[in-house]
């Protein structure tokens, strides 16, 4: 079994947890095991990514971790909160404060600019960044009145990634984030994530079916069938400009 507590740096503490993690969906008369006893920590200030193919859990997964949905059984901890056990309000409250999220589709509002997309976020928490620092943070710093509609994709992306640390989260829990774009453009945004995480020391934990992009993390955790097949730690990580794929 792959240990769940073994990190690249003995002296990071654990920030989230899962222990036993499994979630069924019934269709119709179907049960779909989504997820088969995970268990699984990520830890303070790490770059994870979480490897597999379409179908072997991780997505799912990661909506758990995040407080998007509950496991049907087991337990999930975010520093000393049992969030299976929490109420609604307090797991609005840790997705607000403590989770930033990033997808692969942008979900950006097309009548606002950069900087008032990632306003949105900071009107509603206690600390945030500026909207102008998040961008600069991502390269856009020189995009901050554009809209949407003026921005590339791996642009528009790096505005969502902005958005989402712009309330200074614990935890960054990305979804495909360079699925829908070319191997270029894919780069830049994987180098935006990795500065989030060397800067800020943000939490970073990428799902990904590309194996080129593991290659740039402290941990390598391989999905398959709704289990964690194998977790691995890099002894040499590469940059992200120097992925190929």
């Given amino acids: 079994m792959p240990?769940?507590?073994r990190s690249a740096d003995p002296a990071r503490a654990?920030?989230?947890?899962?222990?036993?993690v499994t979630k069924?969906?019934?269709?119709?008369?179907v049960e779909v095991h989504a997820l088969?006893?995970?268990?699984?920590?990520l830890f303070e200030g790490e770059f994870v990514v979480l490897l597999g193919a379409s179908g072997s859990g991780k997505s799912t997964l990661l909506n758990i971790l995040g407080g998007l949905d509950l496991p049907t059984a087991g337990m999930v901890g975010f520093r000393d909160q049992?969030?299976?056990r929490a109420d609604e309000g307090a797991r609005t409250r840790y997705r607000r404060e403590n989770v930033g999220f990033v997808f692969q589709f942008y979900n950006l509002i097309p009548s606002l600019t950069a900087r008032e997309n990632v306003a949105l976020v900071t009107d509603i928490v206690r600390a945030p960044m500026k909207p102008?620092?998040?961008?600069?943070?991502v390269g856009l710093a020189h995009r901050l009145d554009h809209f949407p509609a003026q921005l590339s994709g791996g642009e528009q992306q790096?505005?969502?990634?902005a958005r989402a640390i712009a309330k200074r989260p614990s935890v960054l829990l990305c979804d495909e984030p360079t699925g829908a774009l070319d191997i270029e453009t894919g780069r830049v945004v994987l180098a935006a994530l990795e500065r989030i995480n060397d800067e800020l020391g943000t939490t970073t934990a990428v799902i990904t079916h590309n194996a080129a992009i593991s290659a740039m993390a402290h941990r390598v955790v391989v999905f398959g069938d709704g289990k964690v097949k194998e977790i691995r730690v890099?002894?040499?990580?590469h940059r992200a400009e120097e992925l190929q794929w």
């Avoid at 069924?24 to 008369?29: I, S």
């Fill in 24 to 29: 069924v969906y019934r269709l119709g008369e």
């Fill in 132 to 137: 102008e620092d998040a961008l600069g943070l």
């Fill in 234 to 237: 890099n002894a040499t990580r």
């Fill in 82 to 84: 049992d969030l299976t």
């Fill in 3 to 5: 240990d769940p507590t």
């Fill in 14 to 20: 654990s920030i989230l947890r899962a222990r036993g």
């Fill in 158 to 161: 790096r505005v969502a990634i």
């Fill in 36 to 41: 088969r006893g995970v268990d699984l920590d």
